[in-house]
């Protein structure tokens, strides 16, 4: 998480949220990076997680990341959690729930519906605190005086 976290820190230059995440094999090495790219770029899909994603796919030359974890400061979204599911990663680790848009428990369970044929582990709840505060100084920074 302490990757993800310091991804995060990087997505605010551009002018987006700060959420990271990072994809890591099964000895922890980690397979791909990524931030928020929204407004820096211009991409309605530059989240962090979709970014880490496609870079751990490059790195181990597939799109099934099999045995492999998504590590993220907040609660996937329906779009990532459903990219995550994709790939088949074993495991979907985050800090803090969005109870507006998750969809790993919190408004939605994407990786837990039997529907699907891959279901992730999940993992909530990682350093949540040091997640959510990331996100409410960047959110207080906009907010207007008074």
């Known amino acids: 998480m302490a990757g993800a976290l310091a991804q995060a820190r990087l997505a605010p230059a551009g002018g987006d949220v700060p959420i990271g995440a ?3 094999d099964r000895d922890g090495r980690v ?14 899909v530059g989240h962090a997680e ?3 994603l496609r870079e751990a796919g ?6 099934r990341l099999a045995g492999a974890s998504l590590v993220v400061t907040l609660e996937p979204c329906a779009m990532c959690a459903g990219a995550a599911v994709l790939a088949r990663v074993e495991r979907i680790v985050y800090g803090a729930a969005d109870p507006k848009a998750g969809a790993v428990g919190s408004l939605w ?12 582990e999940v993992v909530p709840g990682i350093l949540a605190e040091e997640s959510a505060a990331l996100l409410d100084k960047f ?6 005086i008074g």
Do not use: C, K, T
Request: without cysteine.
């Open 22 to 24: 990072v994809v890591v």
């Open 139 to 144: 959110f207080a920074s906009r907010r207007p």
């Open 58 to 63: 490059r790195a181990v030359g597939s799109w």
């Open 109 to 120: 369970d994407l990786p837990r519906d039997q529907r699907l044929n891959h279901r992730p």
């Open 31 to 44: 397979l791909g990076r990524g931030h928020n790219v929204r407004e820096a770029e211009g991409d309605p």
């Open 50 to 52: 979709v970014l880490a």
